[in-house]
């Protein structure tokens, strides 16, 4: 029931499910799609689109743990560690115990991983772009916003 009293009818039901026609589908499609193509861009420096995004991350400021990192990306804290061991091996990314606990380690970007970090954006745009052909700003901006939506919705 909705705040009116009035029964609220679901949007999706298995009476005409068709995977391909299926939101969850094509929203993974398209995160694939926009993957493989970020991982051909980014192959020219020698890291994933993955190892990217843990580098943009890391350079907003707003990340700083392998924990926060897994949480946000949904990634296996497994998965993270060798991530973040290919990335250290690389010399990109370097871990530091905290001052405050020492259970905790901050990462950091190394200069390197600082400089790399600064050609992520431009790679990442490249991608939309070529994936967003033919579509206006304002279709951009309605994607975004109905995205947002789901997102705000309680779980």
Avoid: W
């Amino acid at each position: 029931m909705n705040n009116s009293g009035s029964k609220v009818h679901p949007l999706f039901s298995t009476d005409d499910y068709q995977i391909e026609d299926s939101i969850g589908y094509l929203l993974a499609r398209a995160r694939t799609r926009l993957m493989k193509s970020a991982d051909e861009l980014l192959s020219t420096f020698g890291i994933t689109h993955a190892q990217g995004a843990i580098l943009l991350m890391l350079s907003t400021g707003k990340y700083s743990t392998a924990a926060e990192l897994s949480r946000e990306t949904y990634t296996d804290a497994a998965s993270m560690k060798r991530m973040i061991d290919r990335l250290g091996a690389r010399g990109l990314i370097v871990r530091t115990p905290c001052p405050q606990d020492r259970r905790l380690v901050k990462l950091d970007l190394t200069d390197d991983g600082a400089e790399l970090a600064k050609k992520i954006p431009p790679a990442f745009c490249a991608v939309l772009n070529k994936h967003f052909v033919g579509f206006t700003a304002e279709e951009i901006g309605f994607l975004k916003s109905l995205l947002r939506r789901v997102l705000a919705n309680p779980v």
